[in-house]
């Protein structure tokens, strides 16, 4: 277990850190939520039957443990305003307009004008954007993963390029 566990780790430690500092934008929290998937991995090994690749049941856990501390953080500010209500699943998907990160910024210019476009995308758009274009991941992968049909990431994967290339184009008229 030992020599396996390490070679997950090994494999892709660097990729869900990368996937989780997307999601949570802040790279303490992206380190702290790699350790608990990591934790989640090593209590929940043996009940892994293989029907899904070990990537994608990773990023799977990652994606869950994202939501949970989104949520956990919405409650945070729930409780401290006085308001006591349960959020829906989807509630981690709620448009944060906070600013890309630092090291986005040192970046060469057009992938800092995609990233900043990706902001124009909706939540399940820039989902996509980031599982398929930055993590790699096939289209099956990517279903498995956010629990979609194909079908599903297709036409959201359409509907975003399509949604950055408009944005991309009006950044450029007005330039």
């Not at 990023?59 to 949520?71: E, N």
């Not at 995609?114 to 954007?129: A, G, P, S």
Request: aromatic share 10%; charged share 30%.
């Amino acid at each position: 277990m030992r020599e396996e566990f390490e070679r997950l780790y090994e494999t892709y430690h660097h990729a869900l850190f990368q996937y989780l500092f997307y999601m949570v934008r802040s790279r303490e929290t992206a380190e702290e939520l790699v350790q608990e998937v990591y934790i989640k991995v090593l209590h929940s090994y043996k009940g892994f039957e293989g029907k899904s690749s070990e990537k994608t049941w990773l990023y799977s856990i990652a994606k869950h443990v994202a939501i949970d501390w989104m949520r956990s953080q919405n409650r945070k500010k729930r409780k401290w305003i006085g308001k006591q209500y349960e959020l829906s699943e989807r509630a981690f998907e709620i448009h944060d307009p906070s600013p890309l990160p630092d090291e986005i910024v040192e970046q060469n210019e057009d992938v800092k004008h995609v990233y900043e476009m990706m902001e124009h995308c909706t939540d399940d758009q820039k989902q996509v954007l980031i599982l398929r274009y930055i993590q790699s991941m096939s289209i099956q992968e990517a279903a498995a993963v956010l629990g979609w049909t194909e079908s599903k990431v297709k036409t959201t994967q359409h509907r975003a390029i399509k949604a950055l290339k408009k944005h991309l184009g009006e950044k450029e008229a007005r330039t």
